[in-house]
């Protein structure tokens, strides 16, 4: 005797067991994976590459360029020489005097073949104006920062 569909087991699928847990919830698996990823960088690089920008601002505001390039990435070794960076940070406290610095107005981590690296934004009150820097740093061992790049901009800069 052919069985009714009412008779048919009408028990529901587990969620584990359905395709639409595989459609909806690894966009959101992947989403919290990246928050956390997000979280564990601010708490962990992000305060490494901070300690090393006053280190790098301290070094700055009392001249030792030398310093900042020997202890910079070979990477930032290559793009400028030790001599066209002392040019330029000299110009930079020539045009805005001492300045003084809050915290990172903005921050930005990504991994990679590379290692991790860390950027971070600052915005300088200066005795002869405002400076906007980027700072990118490379960390290695999770401990220690080495400057990729530094840029500064600022309109007492743009003219002699």
């Given at each position: 005797?052919?069985?009714?569909i009412l008779d048919a087991d009408?028990?529901?699928?587990?969620?584990?067991?359905?395709?639409?847990?595989?459609?909806?919830?690894?966009?959101?698996?992947?989403?919290?994976?990246?928050?956390?990823?997000?979280?564990?960088?601010?708490?962990?690089?992000?305060?490494?590459?901070?300690?090393?920008?006053?280190?790098?601002?301290?070094?700055?505001?009392?001249?030792?360029?030398?310093?900042?390039?020997?202890?910079?990435?070979?990477?930032?070794?290559?793009?400028?020489?030790?001599?066209?960076?002392?040019?330029?940070?000299?110009?930079?406290?020539?045009?805005?005097?001492a300045c003084g610095y809050t915290?990172?107005?903005?921050?930005?981590?990504?991994?990679?073949?590379?290692?991790?690296?860390?950027?971070?934004?600052?915005?300088?009150?200066?005795?002869?104006?405002?400076?906007?820097?980027?700072?990118?740093?490379?960390?290695?061992?999770?401990?220690?920062?080495?400057?990729?790049?530094?840029?500064?901009?600022?309109?007492?800069?743009?003219?002699?």
């Amino acid at each position: 005797m052919p069985q009714s569909i009412l008779d048919a087991d009408q028990t529901p699928t587990p969620w584990w067991r359905s395709k639409r847990w595989i459609l909806f919830g690894s966009p959101l698996i992947f989403l919290l994976a990246l928050l956390g990823f997000c979280e564990y960088s601010r708490r962990s690089y992000v305060p490494v590459a901070a300690a090393a920008t006053q280190i790098f601002h301290q070094r700055l505001a009392q001249g030792d360029d030398e310093l900042i390039y020997d202890e910079s990435d070979q990477a930032f070794k290559t793009s400028i020489t030790e001599e066209t960076l002392h040019g330029y940070l000299s110009r930079i406290r020539r045009k805005l005097g001492a300045c003084g610095y809050t915290q990172p107005a903005a921050w930005r981590v990504t991994a990679g073949n590379g290692g991790v690296i860390v950027t971070l934004d600052y915005l300088g009150y200066c005795t002869d104006g405002q400076v906007q820097e980027e700072l990118v740093w490379r960390i290695a061992n999770g401990t220690q920062a080495r400057l990729l790049h530094f840029g500064a901009a600022s309109n007492q800069l743009l003219t002699d």
